[in-house]
């Protein structure tokens, strides 16, 4: 059975770091694109970054771009998200999610399986 665990998810300051880790069991990896996506109440679910996967591509939502990086290691069937310079505004659910056809798009409906979810709370 396909399964995404989210973790490292917490409370940091604004300015601050995290590092999500996605991790994957029960299918290979190596042949799905991984999406990160964030949920703050009250809002639509929102694409952040989408690694391809290789590897080798990725695409960032504006807002996160020069701030978080998406990379991964499949051999370790593990998926990352380094977010750096946290805002108040990156607060929300974050969720990594995968997908088989390596388009690049970070459409919510196009990604067939999802983690559970970790926080990510920034706030002094």
């Known amino acids: 059975q396909l399964q995404l665990v989210e973790s490292g998810g917490g409370l940091v300051q604004p300015g601050g770091s995290l590092r999500l880790s996605c991790a994957a069991s029960?299918?290979?990896?190596?042949?799905?694109?991984i999406g990160w996506f964030r949920q703050a109440p009250g809002k639509e679910r929102e694409g952040v970054a989408y690694i391809s996967s290789s590897g080798i591509s990725t695409n960032y939502v504006d807002s996160v771009k020069g701030r978080f990086t998406a990379s991964r290691d499949n051999a370790k069937s593990m998926v990352y998200l380094q977010m750096n310079n946290l805002k108040p505004e990156d607060t929300a659910v974050y969720y990594c999610a995968a997908e088989r056809r390596d388009r690049g798009w970070l459409i919510p409906e196009e990604y067939p399986y999802w983690g559970q979810g970790t926080q990510v709370t920034v706030s002094s």
């Open positions: 029960g299918f290979t990896l190596d042949s799905y694109a």
